[in-house]
């Protein structure tokens, strides 16, 4: 069997990942709450994490497994704990996705590339401000948006495809920045309730598929 048709081990938890991810948006529309409904968000990127894990070969395999782990954490813990514990837990997985994508930067970039991945951070601190301040602990959100933004430019700076993990860490950043948004008032809840989760979850996979095929398939070569 080709390297390209064994690569992808334990293809169920990828569809269990899509089921769950896609069904939880009717959450969001209906609005539900309690703790059956935090272990439904997780199931998304928690179904990922666990595919992540059964592909794994190496160091990267893990990294990776494990950056998503935090992101499954993190769904639960915002609403199970609150913001700031939430918040930490997907900090600490945007750390381990920087230095995993540092790790594995692209040898060459052309300059339209470069400079994307240079302006991003400014770029989001910049766009935060304008949405958040002069409100009181505006800059909490800053804080936090500078650690997205850093993990979206390494992100599409890395060797991974930019087609499917770059454009999804954007889009993951995408999604933190339209909650700001439905926070300051710029956009209603209304609208961003349409906009958040899609990106975040729709991010989360194309991040996931991106960089366990490319590992998984160099293992197998």
């Known amino acids: 069997m080709s390297a390209e048709r064994n690569w992808d081990r334990a ?3 990828w569809l269990l990942a899509l089921v769950g991810g896609i069904s939880f948006f009717v959450a969001v529309f209906l609005r539900l709450d309690g703790p059956a409904i935090w272990a439904w968000k997780t ?4 179904f990922l994490a666990l595919w992540a894990a059964a592909n794994a070969r190496g160091r990267d395999g893990w ?3 494990a950056v998503l782990g935090f992101g499954a954490l993190g769904d639960y813990l915002l609403d199970a704990r609150g913001l700031i514990v939430g918040a930490t837990a ?3 997985g945007h750390l381990l996705a920087i230095t995993f994508y540092l790790i594995n930067r692209r040898e060459a970039l052309t300059p339209s590339q470069r400079l994307l ?3 991003t951070m400014p770029a989001t601190l910049a766009i935060v401000w304008g949405m958040l301040s002069p409100a009181p ?3 909490h959100a800053a804080v936090y948006s500078l650690f997205v933004a850093a993990m979206a430019a390494t992100a599409w700076m890395s060797r991974f495809p930019r087609y499917r993990t770059g454009i999804g860490a954007m889009m993951f950043l995408a999604s933190d920045l339209f909650i700001f948004a439905g926070e300051g008032g710029v956009l209603g809840k209304d609208v961003t309730m349409w906009l958040v989760w899609p990106l975040y979850f729709g991010g989360q996979a194309l991040i996931a598929w991106g960089v366990v095929s490319t590992l998984s398939k160099e293992a197998t070569a």
């Open 90 to 92: 997907f900090a600490v």
């Open 63 to 65: 990294l990776i497994a």
């Open 117 to 119: 991945g240079w302006l």
């Open 43 to 46: 199931t998304g990127v928690g």
């Open 11 to 13: 293809r169920w938890l």
């Open 137 to 139: 602990g505006w800059w």
